[in-house]
């Protein structure tokens, strides 16, 4: 049997390999100037199969609406670990009117018709602020 010292170290170990509790949606209500104007959460089977294939484990999707007319659809998947976003990152094909990036176990995409570029800027940045890790 192992010394007692042995098997809290482990289980405390095992505790800290645990993901983080939730606390609240992946997709902030606001974002820079954009509002959000609808918010779904999808099953994890939604996710397409170039992104399903890193472990979904959560999908969000919601609509966003800047001040000049501007409009948005973001979608987080939270993925098993965020190797898996930095991979799925790496290898996105990029797509006409879409951003795509990841934070920690989160990948985001964010089509658009037409946007301006500083607006989708700090829509991303403050994204990417909600989703790192404190």
Same mark, same amino acid.
């Given at each position: 049997?192992?010394?007692? /010292?042995?098997?809290?170290? #482990?289980?405390?170990? #095992?505790? =800290? ?14 974002? /820079?100037?954009?509002?959000?104007? $609808? ?5 994890? /089977? @939604? ?9 979904? %484990?959560?999908?969000? #999707? ?5 001040? /000049? =007319? &501007?409009?948005?659809?973001? &979608?987080?998947? %939270?993925?098993? @670990? @965020? ?14 009117? $879409? ?14 018709? @037409? ?12 994204? %990417? ?6």
């Amino acid at each position: 049997m192992p010394p007692r /010292g042995l098997v809290v170290w #482990l289980l405390a170990m #095992l505790a =800290g390999c645990a993901p983080p509790p939730a606390s609240g949606p992946a997709l902030p209500e606001r974002a /820079g100037e954009w509002t959000r104007q $609808t918010h779904r959460e999808a099953p994890a /089977g @939604s996710a397409p199969a170039g992104i399903a294939r890193f472990g979904v %484990q959560q999908v969000e #999707l919601a609509d966003y609406a800047a001040p /000049g =007319g &501007e409009t948005l659809r973001a &979608e987080a998947y %939270q993925l098993a @670990s @965020s190797a898996a976003g930095l991979e799925l990152e790496q290898t996105w094909r990029r797509e006409p009117n $879409t951003v795509a990036f990841h934070v920690d176990r989160y990948f985001v995409i964010l089509r658009y018709a @037409s946007a301006d570029r500083s607006l989708l800027n700090s829509f991303v940045r403050e994204v %990417q602020r909600h989703l790192t890790p404190r």
